[in-house]
């Protein structure tokens, strides 16, 4: 199995939204530019992710999206368990999700979740990892119990 998890690409800047709903905050032009060349580099590496995995939040539904539409046929699934106040834990409640039949699945969320998932599930914790706006790790199951980091691309 693959899991890709990718960080939401380039969103408008958390000060300005201080008063304002943190969900939905858009992505910038710079944004959907590199969710558009992230959706790319998937598209043509994995053309048959099984499904899609989204936040709740805009940032990260719109680059999921972007994402979906260069997939044939691919289930786009939006979770709160994943929504940048849940950390590691929503992403643990999400592995079930990952466990299913499905042969490639990308999970698009936020900082610092990915990073402590990737570093949970790869290294026991031991890996030093900060995962960028607009970056994509992909990760393939070596065994039932290890996953092997196999590629980590900056967009």
């Known amino acids: 199995m693959r899991l890709i998890l990718v960080r939401h690409a380039k969103a408008e800047d958390r000060e300005k939204w201080i008063d304002k709903d943190d969900l939905k905050r858009p992505l910038t ?3 959907v530019k590199q969710a558009k060349r992230i959706a790319k580099y998937i598209g043509k590496k994995y053309p048959n992710v099984d499904a899609v995995i989204s936040s709740l939040a805009l940032r990260a539904c719109d680059t999921a999206k972007y994402i979906t539409k260069k997939q044939a046929h691919c289930t786009f699934i939006p979770t709160p368990n994943i929504n940048p106040e ?4 929503g992403f643990l409640r999400n592995k079930d ?7 490639t699945l990308v999970v698009v969320g936020h900082e610092p979740s990915i990073s402590e998932f990737v570093r949970f599930i790869c290294a026991k914790g031991t890996l030093n990892l900060r995962v960028s706006k607009g970056c994509v790790v992909e990760l393939e199951r070596e065994n039932e119990d290890n996953w092997v980091l196999v590629g980590l691309n900056n967009f």
Not at 86 to 89: C, D, F, R, S, V
């Open 29 to 31: 032009k710079k944004g």
């Open 86 to 89: 849940e950390g590691i834990e």
């Open 97 to 103: 999700k990952m466990e299913e039949d499905w042969q």
